[in-house]
């Protein structure tokens, strides 16, 4: 099996050593191509008005000076000499979860491999307190990250879906197990922005997330969280409202 690695916390972020070690459980055919700095939040961005540079770590480390999006390009097209069968997208340091998904750099890397056709799987490791800065743990995804990729790497998905993971902030032996569950939905209305002022006096803002509710509705990635469970949800690149087409078709028949 050839893996393809890569993240939005970049080449050097902890969480992708942590991944590596998941992935060598499965394969020795282990390739990594990742941003070169840090890419949270950029979603599905690729990059477009200025050109991306590709730097050889080894023989199967790359890092690109652009998004995950340009990483998983680069890394399928430019730095591998086949496809992989599997991209695996983390272990992000912080949670991946509800609506947070479409900010996400982490879950955009692995929905690029899905409209490539690969199986594409993003892994997250919540954290309880903020203001930790690098200092995440990671020993839930450690110690659960291959029992949960194990299923997935050959239970039969459709073509154009992916497979979404979070482990919950707790020790290892506090893990309850693995929930198949959907996406949850928080509450943004409530979200800050912190207005400050650089040392030249010129006013900046900084998006804030701590005021964000969580609807902790059942069966949901959040639920599943809370209570102490890891979080598998396979999502889909069609984002058609289908139960809407048929009023709106009405609406345009002339």
């Known amino acids: 099996m050839r893996i393809l690695l890569t993240n939005d916390d970049g080449i050097h972020a902890p969480g992708l050593k942590v991944l590596e070690g998941i992935a060598g459980q499965f394969s020795d055919d282990i390739w990594i191509c990742a941003p070169d700095e840090e890419q949270s939040g950029m979603g599905h961005a690729l990059t477009l008005a200025r050109p991306v540079r590709l730097r050889k770590h080894d023989d199967r480390r790359f890092s690109v000076t652009g998004t995950p999006t340009d990483a998983v390009t680069m890394g399928m097209r430019k730095v591998m000499d086949a496809q992989p069968d599997v991209i695996l997208s983390g272990v992000n340091r912080g949670a991946n979860l509800a609506d947070d998904i479409t900010y996400s750099g982490t879950v955009s890397a692995a929905i690029e491999g899905a409209l490539a056709g690969i199986r594409s799987i993003a892994l997250s490791q919540v954290y309880a307190k903020e203001g930790m800065g690098a200092d995440v743990p990671f020993s839930a995804a450690i110690e659960w990250g291959a029992k949960v990729l194990a299923p997935l ?102």
């Open 153 to 254: 790497l050959d239970t039969p998905l459709p073509q154009r879906t992916l497979v979404n993971v979070n482990f919950p902030p707790l020790p290892p032996a506090e893990v309850k197990g693995i929930r198949a569950v959907r996406q949850g939905f928080h509450d943004y209305s409530r979200g800050t922005v912190v207005e400050g002022r650089d040392p030249r006096g010129f006013k900046y803002y900084w998006f804030g997330l701590e005021a964000i509710e969580h609807t902790l509705d059942h069966g949901t990635d959040l639920e599943a969280i809370d209570e102490g469970y890891i979080s598998v949800t396979p999502l889909q690149l069609d984002l058609t409202h289908h139960s809407s087409l048929g009023a709106l078709a009405d609406r345009f028949t002339s």
